[in-house]
């Protein structure tokens, strides 16, 4: 067929889910606690309208129904993640044979479907009995998550060709550390920089065992949300402000992963700021000798910045904000639920930017959607008409496009997500998916972006 906006031959048509956000069975079959399971225990009103992490949407008893809905709208992959304390209850020790059984049989589920399955290891989901040993500020909970990974390969390894270290490492970072949005809610810039580091060192010991056990035909990655800094003019105090957030919230993990270095100015900055890490020797090799051999992109939003205008109160915790203003720029399009800017051009801007300065690394989209509120009123003929979530998938897939035609080397684009969510603090708040959720009955609905998908990932591409 000849289409304006054809994909090369191969491209992955598929989406993207983690497992506390869609499996629920959040305490059967032997399933360890994790942090979420945890905070949502202790504070349940941190959670949009109280609720939790224990059904979401029923994956680990629906899977093999929902794996035919993702074969009826064209997914030919497929990423999900490994509930770390689903496998191994206590983070580290014994290994749970009902996760085992169930992971197995959704890797051949998807394979009897002609869906390819990623497996990612880690969605900010820390087994609790981990957490409280210090996660990743301790390095012994790395060398837990290293053998955890080893297990993973060697379990599943003869089956799944794509792997993924960390799912937005940044995230946890940020949440858990610096925001107060994922749990343990620590607001310390030094513990930040810490996690931040050992979870880069946790990348390289399991990409290092990866590559020990010859994983075939096997390739591994990382997925990070790489949200371009755009600086609010070309006035260099803006220029700089913008600079350092990139540094913070971009180059902190794709350099070291990518280029197996830091970038000389974060470390600069870092250090010059007394925030530098506890370093082990050798780490400077271990990250050296292995980076990834491929990316997932994660891409939601821009990052719009500009210099700061008032000095920061010196009693309050440093924090990287205390470098930049967010900037919000007049007349930006807005997802007014979620509260992020819309820019499509920005996946483009991504993917320039890795075949300039990251060797044109291989890459794919592993995130791009669009979560809405109160998605119900949209219904017409029983079908949730989403045309503003085809229009946004439009955009963007017009831009990749364009990038691919510039040479830039990436694979795919995967939607989050195929089915409504739970959407960590936001819950089930906006949603996402081409497939509506019914909460309360878990039926599975159609929404009209289903249906636009099918035709796309049929046709590999559009008018
Ligand atoms: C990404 C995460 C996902 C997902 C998505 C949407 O950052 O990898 O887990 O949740 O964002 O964000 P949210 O659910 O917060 O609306």
């Not at 999900?80 to 589920?109: C, H, M, Q, T, V």
Request: charged share 25%; glycine share 6%; hydrophobic share 35%.
């Amino acid at each position: 067929m000849n289409l304006k906006y054809k994909f090369p031959e191969n491209f992955w048509w598929g989406s993207a889910v983690s497992a506390t956000q869609i499996e629920g069975a959040s305490k059967e079959d032997g399933k360890g606690l994790n942090i979420w399971d945890y905070w949502y225990e202790k504070e349940p009103y941190r959670f949009f309208e109280g609720i939790g992490p224990e059904i979401t949407s029923d994956f680990y008893h629906r899977y093999k129904e929902d794996i035919k809905l993702m074969k009826e709208i064209g997914h030919n992959s497929f990423r999900f993640s490994i509930s770390w304390s689903r496998l191994i209850p206590n983070g580290n020790g014994n290994l749970n044979e009902k996760a085992i059984d169930f992971y197995n049989d959704l890797i051949n589920e998807l394979l009897k479907n002609d869906i390819e399955p990623f497996i990612n290891l880690y969605h900010f989901d820390m087994p609790l009995e981990l957490q409280n040993k210090g996660g990743f500020e301790n390095r012994d909970v790395v060398d837990a998550y290293t053998e955890y990974a080893k297990t993973c390969f060697k379990l599943f390894g003869d089956r799944v060709k794509r792997w993924f270290t960390f799912n937005e490492p940044i995230v946890p970072v940020e949440g858990g550390y610096l925001y107060d949005f994922h749990y343990p809610n620590v607001v310390d810039f030094k513990r930040a920089v810490q996690v931040a580091y050992n979870t880069v060192i946790a990348n390289a010991k399991a990409i290092k065992e990866f590559k020990k056990l010859n994983i075939k035909k096997g390739k591994i990655g990382i997925i990070l949300n790489l949200t371009p800094s755009y600086p609010r003019s070309n006035n260099p105090a803006d220029l700089k402000a913008a600079n350092i957030a990139d540094l913070f919230f971009n180059r902190s993990f794709l350099d070291p992963t990518v280029k197996g270095e830091y970038p000389k100015e974060l470390i600069e900055l870092i250090k010059s700021n007394n925030l530098l890490p506890i370093v082990f020797d050798g780490d400077k090799d271990l990250i050296k000798n292995n980076t990834v051999d491929f990316l997932g992109i994660n891409y939601y939003q821009p990052r719009r910045v500009k210099a700061k205008a008032c000095m920061p109160n010196p009693e309050s915790p440093l924090l990287p904000d205390d470098f930049f203003d967010n900037y919000e720029m007049p007349g930006r399009k807005m997802n007014v639920y979620r509260g992020w800017e819309i820019y499509e051009k920005g996946i483009y801007d991504i993917a320039i930017n890795l075949k300039e300065n990251y060797n044109n690394i291989e890459s794919y989209i592993s995130e791009n959607g669009m979560g809405v509120q109160n998605e119900e009123r949209f219904i017409k003929d029983g079908i949730i008409q989403d045309d503003y979530r085809i229009d946004f998938i439009r955009e963007h897939l017009i831009w990749l496009h364009k990038a691919i035609e510039e040479g830039c080397n990436v694979k795919g684009y995967h939607m989050w997500t195929f089915i409504d969510n739970w959407s960590w603090t936001n819950a089930y708040k906006n949603r996402y998916g081409f497939i509506q959720l019914d909460l309360k009955t878990q039926k599975r609905i159609f929404k009209k972006s289903a249906y636009w998908i099918k035709e796309v990932a049929k046709n590999n591409g559009f008018n």
